[in-house]
């Protein structure tokens, strides 16, 4: 930006005594109004005349009159006053988090329950910031905050990413979602080992969600080809109920979708968790709205049911 040199050099307290002296037409009560002396007032209208380039008070022994130049400065000198006033506390409803947008990208495992709940609260709190939302999959939701298309994302967390400064909101456990009368359920919980058996229904392989079910897999020296791969949770959990086969899905995703002719059954052997976050750019400075939003998700979420029984 080019600095105007030009630029009159004025104060904002020159400009509030000599619209008081203005509106009383007295130094005396101006002085008295700012709790300083007389020749402290005096000076200050001087130094403001100086740099106006003119006489603002014709100054009697007994009275005090505008000049034509302060007349027609007064209104100008209170409208800069008003401006003043509004910009400042402008930004003291920015530094607030009272004012201003946040543009989103969230996951659907935090869509599902977490953040529905935190926005309301949001909102409740600060109605005047604008919020505009993404669901996207989670590799897209780092994309479009490492493209600045957004000021947070609501995801799991991405490993070995220096960028990306994130904080844990809760850990979400693998579950496995079964038909009601499956012989699965006549143990309270199940063994990796007696899925391979049973078709399985899944989310297709680009999900991050069945990225972390065939790792779970992996791990326990498994690999399953599911009779079924599905785009969205509903259509999995449809066709579980349907009595296609069984599933696994976290259970931050299960209990936004669950229906009566499905349920729920825990792991005994090990249980396979992901670890949802609030993710920001490392190096970026957080908006205090930012910060107030994080700060109420972490709110809620000791509200919530908890994921996992692993703390």
Request: proline fraction near 5%; charge should be positive; hydrophobic fraction near 40%.
């Amino acid at each position: 930006m080019q600095i105007n040199t030009s630029r009159r050099h004025l104060t904002i307290r020159q400009l509030e005594v000599f619209i008081s002296v203005a509106d009383s037409l007295s130094f005396s009560k101006a002085s008295e109004a700012f709790h300083i002396s007389q020749p402290a007032l005096s000076t200050a209208v001087q130094q403001l005349e100086q740099s106006l380039g003119g006489r603002l008070f014709d100054r009697h022994t007994r009275s005090v009159a505008l000049t034509q130049l302060g007349l027609s400065f007064l209104p100008m000198a209170k409208k800069l006053l008003e401006s003043y006033d509004q910009t400042m506390r402008a930004t003291a409803e920015l530094v607030g988090g009272r004012q201003g947008a946040i543009s989103i990208a969230a996951s659907p495992s935090v869509m599902a329950k977490l953040l529905p709940r935190a926005l309301r609260k949001f909102t409740e709190i600060y109605p005047n910031i604008q919020i505009t939302l993404h669901e996207e999959l989670f590799e897209q939701c780092i994309d479009m905050l490492r493209a600045q298309k957004v000021d947070i994302a609501f995801a799991p967390k991405k490993e070995t990413a220096k960028d990306l400064k994130q904080e844990p909101l809760f850990t979400d456990q693998l579950v496995l979602i079964c038909p009601i009368k499956h012989p699965l359920l006549k143990n309270k919980h199940v063994k990796w080992s007696q899925l391979p058996q049973y078709p399985q229904i899944s989310l297709k392989a680009d999900s991050n969600v069945r990225q972390l079910i065939d790792l779970a897999y992996k791990a326990r020296g498994y690999q399953i080809t599911p009779v079924f791969e599905v785009e969205r949770i509903s259509s999995m959990v449809s066709f579980i109920a349907a009595g296609h086969g069984i599933g696994i899905l976290p259970r931050s995703l299960f209990q936004a979708y669950k229906t009566s002719e499905v349920t729920e059954i825990t792991f005994s052997d090990g249980a396979f968790s992901r670890v949802l976050c609030a993710i920001t750019m490392e190096n970026k400075t957080l908006s205090p709205a930012t910060q107030n939003l994080i700060d109420i998700c972490k709110q809620e979420e000791t509200k919530l049911e908890t994921y996992t029984t692993e703390n």
